[in-house]
Structure formats: structure tokens, C-alpha cells
């Protein structure tokens, strides 16, 4: 809105200062323009539950109840509906948890605001607060909306969360205040003149809808799923063409039969539980981090954190402390720094929180200096003369100090010669330098002598330089991005190790608000760069978009508005502590404590989530591969090999049945879902994702697993087990392939041999080991199969723990190749 006076606005938005808005007034007011808060995308339970019971998995999984109902196998149908059922329960459960620890976070967060209503001031959620409200605003508070002042003496606010700028500014009556500045000094009436989207970083809100970057682990997973999918398909094809020629009679029952056994067999050997296993394993991963004071909003980016190979950070407020403090003490010669700074200390508000001040005050090393000292007039800062006076009295004499711009003050003090020059000259050494300057002097009131120079910087968190370190060790190119001015970004980036090419936003994207084209010399020069100083939103947003066009996948920390579409774009986004509204809403990981020390942790347990992963989908494709190739292989050239133990006459050689499959599907997944808690390993460097790499290993494990089945079938066939019928043949398989895929499992979890650290966690192991009691009290007891022997059980026991030497040793090999 253009600055208008405050009598024509009072009228234009049809509000009062002495009473303010009705109750009725501002309810009217409130239906009509929404919350003062950013949209938020509602989604519905239905919504939420949908894609557990809508796609291909779930598809043919419901196609298999349809025919087990058909056919009426109701055991098969009740097993299968619960294979469905599970999955889309956990899968459900973990994401609600995730939402839900969010939503409490926000909630924990919401701001109040004091406000006239009915000629009564009340504190009410900021949510609420309309256009023409009229609202006190002071000392500590944050800016619930855009406002214009209309009484009160002046407001020093912090603006940072919105251009970046360091320090504070001062705002006068008639001045417009920001939604998310905060109020360091002052007291003062404003009229609200814009709420929620229609604020000054509400209308940031288009880049940030617009922004947003693509899961690539996420992605790379459904492609695996999908290749699983394809090649289950055609398999599944050979088996029904060649059981519909060669088995006869062939009736409609027969028919339905084999392709519901081969609906069953797709529903075994493709990933069914992967979008659960995934989804429990990064909430999971979620939950620990929440303990870590660190929540995670945006599920699908955890797992790119793992694989950042770039930190984009803002500086203020995340890499520093957002307050200044004295960088410096420069007095004239015969003046000691106690004595100058005691006189800074006179010379402030002994009742404000001025950022200055309280900066002068910290810096004086002893309050004992200040003995003898009386006060007897103050005269508070004044933004037109930029200086603050004070009358002191000593010993019976009275004296004046003044403190302000270091250019009013040597002016004041009409200085000359060689210590002008050698006092301007440290001013713009400072300056130079990125530090602000302040001057103090002394006198009558009349003359007055220059005593000497504060510097003044906001200082580095305490964390912020061993966590650039750490992850520079880690391989992450970090990269600073600050609206202050490039000196100032220098001076910081120099400070922490992270270089001193900073350029300036302008000099990469050039100026004026036209679509910027990414370039070659563009990315040139991004990549390269230490950090960026004087950017505005859409600079940093640019930023991203070229380092991503680079190939790189890139974080971004910030906690201002001007973050918000940064963050959006991000791989990952991270809303550090105190982070506005917007910038968690845009992020995908919000810190609740100072400091950024959290962000390394953060990254250690997205590498684990990354291994968990990659454990199960090394695992996945493998036990895929062996389970449709072996059965394929037996169904087709099982009468080349089985002699002893044959199938019935018109039945085919297909070395499983339906609750088999299905049983196998259940014994599976139950365990599988407990990898979400495992002891992973933690890479050196970013965690990047091999597609070639990740099929080789998988393939050959498969294959080589595929032979170890096969192999166990002749053993079997040849009379070497008390196994008399095709019918304990199957069980003995069912067993196998059972013992043998979770054993497997411990394989790939590892990068190394299975028995080195580190080992299982105890969840994972016992679930396994509970899984394993209960297969083999189903197939000694003949639980929905036939019945086996206790010492056959025994055999394929230690059959499996003897094969897991040579499937380690060759996937060790495997995995240590590039």
C-alpha cells in the first residue's frame, strides 16, 4: 500500500483508533479475507489413504481376493486382505504420527496479538487479526501483519527475516512495519493494512508454490519397483501360456486357478511392501530426529539430505547470532578502552534494550568502572542527528559524551590534520571490512575531543564454524547467501572457512525483475563461488535452481520470508530455530534449537535412513529375481531334473501354492518393516545412488540364490531327505526360500562380510528369529502346507548358513566396485 496519511487510511479501511473494530465487524472481516496466516492444502482422510489401495501393487493384490472369492479359497482370501490391509495400515500410521508432531510444533509457535476491540484491548491469536485492526506493538514483539504506525514515539524493528539486513531499523509514525519484523525498541499504535497471502512476503508466496525439487531417491526407487513390476509381468505371462498348453483337462476352475496362483506369485515376488518400508523407515528416521530437537515436515526429502553435496546458508540468524555485539575497541592515544567503553556504557539507555547498548554493556568487563558516575540527563537517539547525548557528573564537574555515526561525530569534533586522517582512516578500514563503526567523543556541549571507535558485528553462533568444517569434511560444498553487503559477507565467509569469493547477486543474475535464463557462464560462476552477498528472494531461489541444473543436489538453511522460496526449491529446506512462519512452512526440516550443530546429525541419520533403504532394495530385487526365475524354472524343465517327487497327473510343476506365496508375501514384509530400525552404516562423503550399480549386485546375488534353490531341489530329488511327496517337495521350497531370503537380508544390509559391525538391531534380529520359530513350527506341525521332518528343517538350516559365506564374499566384492 503507498503511504498514505493516517487520517485518510483510518477512513479508507473504516476503523478507529480510540475504539477500534467491532466484534461483529472483524468476524465479517475475517470471513471475508481468511486467516492471517499462509494457505495450507488441506488433504482429506480419503485422500490420504488412497494411493495405499490405488496403483499396481494394490491392484493386482485386489485382482488375487477377487479371484480367491471367485474360486471360493477363502483362507487365500482372508490372507490375502490382510497383506493388503497391513500394508496400507503402517504405511498410514507413520505418516499421520509425522503430521501430527508437526502440528503440534505449530501450534506450540502461533503468535498472539494485542488488540483493540470494542474499545477494549484483548491478546488473541495474530490468525485472527483483520485489515483496519488496531494493534500495540512492543518491545519483543513480532509484527503479527502488515501496519502502518499511527502513535506512538518510534519502533526499532529487525527485519532480517525479510531482506537479510543485519541491523535493526528505525520506523517512525506514518512508517509502514512488516508481517515478521521484530520489535527491539519502542512502543507504538499501528492499523493493520494487509493480512496472510496479501503481505509484503505473502506475495513471496508465488515463488514459493511455484518452487520445489523432486525426490531423486524417491524417484529411482519407483523406477526399481516398476522394472520389478514389468519383469514379474512377463514372467508371469510365460508361466500361464505354457500351464494353459500343457496342463489338461483345462475347465474354467483349472483356469481361474492358475491365474490367481500367478496374480499370487507377482504379489510375492514384486516390492508390495515398498512404499510401506519406505515410509516406516524415513518417519522412523523422522522420530529420531524430532528427539534431536530437529522436525521433519516434508517425508519425501529426508533421503535427499543424505546425498547433499551442497549447503546453500543464509548468514543472519543462521549463521550468526542476528545481534551485534563489539567486534572492537579503537580509542584516541591517552585513552585506555575501559575508559572508552565506560563512557559508551553512560552514554546509553539505562532503561531500553537498544541492540547497541546492550552490546557497549556486555562489552564492559567491570561495573566498578561505572562508580562516581551520575547521569543527569539523558537524551535518547535521535534518527535525524543519528547520535544519543548524555550530561554526566564526576567528582563535582560535569561533563558531555555523545555516541553515534562515526561521520556525525568527527564532524562534531571538527577534527584535522593527521588525526583526521588517521581516524577516518580506521573508520574506513572497519568499514572495508564489513563492520559497522560507531563514534564517541567528549566535552562542554560546545567543543568537543573524539575519545574513539566501536566496532560492532553480529557475531558467529558458537557452532556455526565446527559444523562448516564438519561438513566440508563430509564433502558438502557450503555456500553463504546474505542481503548484507558483500564486505560484511566476506569478512563472515572468511571467519568460517568457507572462502572469500563472494559475489554479488546483481553481477551473477544481473538487475530488474525479467525471468532469469540459466546459462553456462552462469553456472560457471555459481559454481565457483564462496557465497553471494545483497541477494533478494528471487536471488536465492535462482541460486538453487542453477546448482541443481549442475547436477547437484543442494540444501538451503535459512529462517526468514526471503528463505521461503529457497527452501521450497531445495532438495532439502531448513528452517532454523525462531524461523518465520513462511520459512517452515517451506522447509522440509525445522530446527527447534539455536545453533546449526543439529544439521550434521541430521545428515548422519539421512545417511542411515539412505542405507536402510538400500539395504531393503538390494534385498528386494534379489529375492524378486530368485523367487520368479526359480519358479519359472521349475514349472518349465522341473520334469528334466524332478524325478522322485512329482506332481499329481494334469498338475503342473510349479513348486509353490497359493497360501504359500501368500504366506511367504506376509513372513516377509512383518520382518522387513523392522529394517526401519536398524544399525546402518554411515557413508563417508554424500550417499549417492548407483542405479547400474545397485541392479549389478542385486542381479547376481538373485541369480546366484536362484542356483542355491535349484541346487536343494536335485539334493532333495535325489533321496538324500525323508521328503516322499511333491506336496512336502513344496513345503521344503516354501522353507528355503524363507530361511534363505532373510538370511540374505543380513547380507545386504552390509557393505562388508554379515558378521562384522555393525551388527543387527535387536528389532530386526528377533524379528527374524521369531519369523523363523514360527516357519518352522508351521512346517513341522503342517500348518496350511504339508508336513516335513524336523531333521529336513535342520538340513535346510544349516544348507543356508553355509551358503551365506559365498553370497557375502560376493557381495562384498561387488559392492567395494565403482
Excluded at 549463521?319 to 584516541?332: D, E, M
Excluded at 555523545?402 to 582512516?425: E, F, H, R, S
Excluded at 525479467?514 to 531461489?541: D, N, R, W
Excluded at 544348507?799 to 559365506?805: G, I
Aim: with cysteine.
Amino acid at each position: 500500500m503507498n503511504k498514505i496519511s493516517n487520517d485518510d487510511l483510518l477512513k479508507k479501511l473504516g476503523t478507529n483508533e480510540k475504539t477500534g473494530l467491532s466484534t461483529s465487524e472483524a468476524q465479517e472481516r475475517l470471513a471475508k479475507d481468511g486467516k492471517n496466516a499462509l494457505a495450507e492444502k488441506k488433504v482429506t482422510l480419503l485422500q490420504k489413504l488412497m494411493p495405499y489401495f490405488w496403483g499396481p501393487i494394490p491392484w493386482m493384490i485386489e485382482a488375487a481376493m477377487l479371484l480367491s472369492l471367485i474360486t471360493m479359497d477363502i483362507k487365500d482370501f482372508v490372507i490375502i486382505s490382510l497383506l493388503l490391509f497391513l500394508n496400507a495400515f503402517i504405511g498410514w500410521k507413520q505418516d499421520k504420527s509425522a503430521q501430527d508432531a508437526l502440528a503440534a510444533l505449530k501450534n506450540d509457535l502461533a503468535l498472539k496479538a494485542n488488540v483493540l476491540r470494542d474499545s477494549k484491548w484483548e491478546e488473541i491469536p495474530a490468525t485472527n487479526l483483520v485489515v483496519g485492526d488496531i494493534v500495540n506493538i512492543v518491545l519483543g514483539n513480532v509484527v503479527p501483519a502488515d501496519a502502518q504506525i499511527l502513535s506512538g514515539s518510534y519502533l526499532t524493528v529487525d527485519q532480517a527475516a525479510l531482506t537479510g539486513e543485519s541491523l535493526p531499523v528505525t520506523k517512525n509514525i506514518q512508517d509502514v512495519v512488516y508481517s515478521g519484523s521484530i520489535a527491539k525498541e519502542g512502543n507504538v499504535i499501528v492499523v493493520v493494512t494487509a493480512t496472510g497471502a496479501n503481505t509484503y512476503f505473502g506475495k513471496t508466496a508465488k515463488l514459493v508454490a511455484e518452487a520445489g525439487a523432486k525426490s531423486q531417491l524417491t524417484a529411482e526407487v519407483t523406477s526399481v519397483g516398476n522394472f520389478l513390476i514389468i519383469g514379474a509381468v512377463i514372467l508371469s505371462i510365460i508361466l500361464v501360456v505354457f500351464q494353459l498348453i500343457l496342463i489338461r483337462p483345462l475347465d474354467q476352475a483349472t483356469i481361474l486357478r492358475i491365474i490367481k496362483t500367478v496374480l499370487v506369485l507377482m504379489v510375492a515376488t514384486i516390492p508390495v511392501a515398498m512404499p510401506a518400508v519406505i515410509s516406516v523407515t524415513i518417519a522412523l528416521g523422522a522420530l529420531q530426529l524430532s528427539k534431536k530437537k530437529a522436525i521433519v515436515s516434508k517425508l519425501n526429502s529426508i533421503e535427499a539430505l543424505a546425498s547433499v553435496n551442497v549447503l546453500c546458508s543464509d548468514k543472519t540468524g543462521t549463521l550468526t547470532q542476528n545481534k551485534l555485539s563489539v567486534a572492537g575497541v579503537f580509542p584516541v592515544e591517552g585513552v585506555t578502552s575501559q575508559l572508552m567503553t565506560t563512557y559508551g556504557v553512560l552514554a546509553s539507555d539505562p532503561k531500553g534494550d537498544d541492540v547497541i547498548d546492550l552490546a557497549i554493556k556486555n562489552f564492559l568487563k567491570s561495573d566498578t568502572s561505572l562508580a562516581g558516575y551520575k547521569v543527569d540527563k539523558f537524551t535518547p537517539f535521535n534518527p535525524v542527528i543519528k547520535r544519543v547525548e548524555v550530561i554526566v557528573e564526576k567528582d563535582g564537574k560535569k561533563f558531555h559524551i555523545v555516541k553515534g555515526a562515526p561521520q556525525v561525530i568527527v564532524a562534531m569534533c571538527k577534527l584535522t590534520g593527521d588525526t583526521l586522517k588517521n581516524i577516518q582512516g580506521k573508520i574506513n578500514e572497519l568499514a572495508a571490512h564489513g563492520f559497522k563503526a560507531l563514534g564517541v567523543a567528549t566535552g562542554d556541549g560546545e567543543t568537543w575531543t573524539y575519545v574513539g571507535t566501536f566496532s560492532l558485528a553480529d557475531p558467529l553462533r558458537p557452532d556455526s564454524k565446527s559444523t562448516v568444517h564438519a561438513l566440508q569434511a563430509e564433502g558438502i560444498d557450503v555456500k553463504m547467501i546474505t542481503g548484507d553487503s558483500q564486505n560484511i559477507a566476506k569478512e563472515v565467509a572468511i571467519e568460517l572457512g568457507i572462502g572469500d569469493n563472494i559475489l554479488l547477486a546483481t553481477d551473477v543474475f544481473g538487475t530488474g525483475n525479467k525471468k532469469i535464463v540459466i546459462t553456462p557462464s552462469m553456472q560457471k560462476l555459481v559454481e565457483g563461488a564462496s557465497g553471494f552477498a545483497e541477494v533478494f528472494p528471487q536471488h536465492k531461489y535462482e541460486i538453487v535452481k542453477v546448482l541443481q541444473s549442475k547436477g547437484y543436489i543442494c540444501a538451503m538453511t535459512g529462517d526468514g520470508v526471503n528463505d521461503a522460496p529457497a527452501l521450497k526449491q531445495a532438495d532439502c529446506g531448513i528452517a532454523v530455530s525462531g524461523a518465520t512462519d513462511a520459512a517452515r512452512a517451506a522447509a522440509a526440516l525445522i530446527l527447534t534449537n539455536p545453533g546449526l550443530s543439529v544439521i550434521e546429525n541430521a545428515i548422519n541419520e539421512a545417511k542411515k535412513i539412505f542405507a536402510r533403504m538400500m539395504s531393503y532394495i538390494y534385498y528386494r530385487i534379489a529375492m524378486t529375481i530368485n523367487i520368479m526365475i526359480f519358479s519359472v524354472v521349475v514349472t518349465l524343465v522341473g520334469k528334466y531334473f524332478i524325478h522322485r517327487v512329482i506332481p499329481g497327473v494334469n498338475e503342473s510343476f510349479f513348486p509353490l501354492t497359493a497360501i504359500m506365496l501368500v504366506s511367504l508375501a506376509l513372513l516377509d514384509d512383518i520382518p522387513i518393516m523392522t529394517i526401519a530400525y536398524d544399525n546402518a552404516e554411515i557413508s563417508s562423503g554424500p550417499a549417492v545412488w548407483n542405479k547400474k550399480k545397485t541392479f549389478t549386485v542385486s542381479s547376481v546375488l538373485g541369480l546366484v540364490s536362484v542356483i542355491q534353490s535349484i541346487a536343494l531341489v536335485i539334493w532333495v530329488d535325489k533321496d538324500w531327505t525323508q521328503v516322499a511327496s511333491f506336496g512336502q517337495l513344496q513345503t521344503l521350497v516354501f522353507l528355503q526360500l524363507v530361511v534363505g531370503g532373510h538370511l540374505l537380508l543380513f547380507i545386504t544390509r552390509r557393505s562388508s562380510w554379515f558378521f562384522t559391525r555393525p551388527f543387527p538391531e535387536w528389532k530386526l534380529f528377533w524379528a527374524i528369529v521369531v519369523t523363523q520359530i514360527f516357519v518352522v513350527f508351521m512346517t513341522y506341525f503342517g500348518w496350511l502346507v504339508d508336513a516335513i521332518s524336523l531333521s529336513d528343517i535342520l538340513y535346510v538350516w544349516c544348507y543356508n548358513l553355509l551358503w551365506m559365506f559365498p553370497l557375502s564374499f560376493i557381495s562384498t566384492i561387488m559392492k567395494k566396485m565403482k
